[in-house]
């Protein structure tokens, strides 16, 4: 298996399980491997290889500051993937977000966004990473992108729930947003599914993949320190607008699993099952919160 993006929360944990479970793995990181660049990418695919690509550009705001720096590795970098392994014959598993979608239903009532769904990008993000998806379909149309959502791990990190581990063992009462809804979804658990994915037999050229349920930011923060035992209430909602950022983000961006049940991908547990685990984890491994 060769990982692009081993650097990241992704990729890096994709290849130590990767490792476990038999693979011979190419870890790559960013130094390994410039995406961006057609020809470094071509030395390191091989024909019968399975490719699963973790690398991208994933500070949303700073997109909105780099438009040409998201989109040579968001979506320039993929296509370049897809058109080595074409030109190889080796599989290619891409993996996306739900920032394809734009949150708007138009009025009508909020539900998970399906796989057939139409898109429509608010960010500079968003938009490079719908540019991923298309042109690794263009260049390979076998090739099967995975969007998922709010990934994390919860160990030491910069990602949701690790910060609000860090800030439950303050004695800060902290703000956050509750007009953002999403799937979170563990690291562990996506990891899983792509090495279902990888291991064949799941035909489906887009997939989502994310853990069940639905939360707010603002749910997710509270789920975090109620399971550290912190006070919940020391997280007080508030709207978008009161904590504006360079980036828009969609207001709901949850995502259905049911196409990708249906193409014989494994459910993925409920959102809050899977935050316990990485919650206990976390601490195990670093008490010091």
């Not at 479970?21 to 995406?35: K, M, N, P, Q, S």
């Not at 703000?175 to 799937?183: A, I, L």
């Not at 919940?232 to 504006?244: C, F, I, K, L, S």
Request: proline share 5%; with cysteine.
């Amino acid at each position: 298996m060769v990982i692009t993006g081993a650097g990241g929360q992704v990729g890096g944990f994709l290849a130590g399980e990767a490792a476990r479970h038999g693979y011979e793995v190419a870890a790559l990181t960013r130094r390994d491997c410039d995406i961006t660049a057609a020809a470094d990418v071509a030395r390191h695919v091989r024909a019968g290889d399975v490719v699963v690509n973790c690398a991208a550009l994933t500070n949303v705001d700073a997109a909105e500051s780099d438009p040409a720096g998201a989109q040579a590795i968001n979506a320039v970098g993929p296509g370049n993937l897809a058109g080595a392994c074409a030109r190889v014959g080796a599989r290619l598993v891409h993996l996306s977000t739900d920032y394809v979608f734009s949150g708007d239903f138009a009025g009508r009532s909020h539900r998970p966004y399906e796989i057939t769904d139409a898109t429509g990008p608010l960010s500079v993000y968003g938009r490079s990473k719908l540019d991923g998806e298309l042109a690794v379909h263009a260049a390979l149309p076998q090739a099967q992108v995975v969007r998922t959502s709010w990934v994390y791990t919860g160990a030491a990190g910069t990602d949701f729930v690790a910060v609000m581990r860090r800030l439950a063992g303050s004695d800060r009462v902290i703000d956050v947003v509750d007009d953002q809804t999403g799937s979170p979804t563990y690291v562990k658990d996506l990891v899983a599914a792509l090495l279902e994915i990888a291991g064949g037999g799941i035909g489906a050229p887009v997939l989502h993949v994310t853990n069940s349920g639905a939360a707010s930011r603002f749910e997710q923060a509270r789920a975090v320190f109620e399971e550290l035992g912190a006070d919940p209430d020391r997280v007080r909602p508030v709207g978008t607008a009161a904590v504006p950022r360079p980036a828009h983000r969609p207001v709901y961006s949850v995502l259905s699993m049911a196409g990708s049940t249906r193409a014989g991908l494994t459910a993925l547990r409920p959102w809050r099952d899977a935050l316990a685990e990485a919650v206990g984890v976390a601490v195990a491994q670093n008490p010091i919160v």
